[in-house]
């Protein structure tokens, strides 16, 4: 992957993450929530411990990113900003899904 569009999904997750938040919050919540601001608002620990097993948590940048990338694999036509929150949801449930 290249650098252009390695920004463009770091970018893109971000603006993910910000529509995510202001989705969970009350308005006047919601209105201070920028993508200059946000980091302010997540959580420190970036992973967590399961079965001695360290994951990322969820809906963390990185996390986003990650799918991305992944429904990107599945779907090269689609374009990066294309991605929404739905599509990742998708991309959870299969996941879920699968190992049930």
Known sequence: MNRKKSKRITRHSITLLVSWMKQLLP????EKVTVDTYKTMMPEQTHFMANRTMYLNAYHPKWITKKIKQLIKIF????IEDVDLELITWKVNQRSMVSH
């Open 27 to 30: 308005e006047e919540e919601a």
């Open 76 to 79: 090269p036509d689609i374009e």
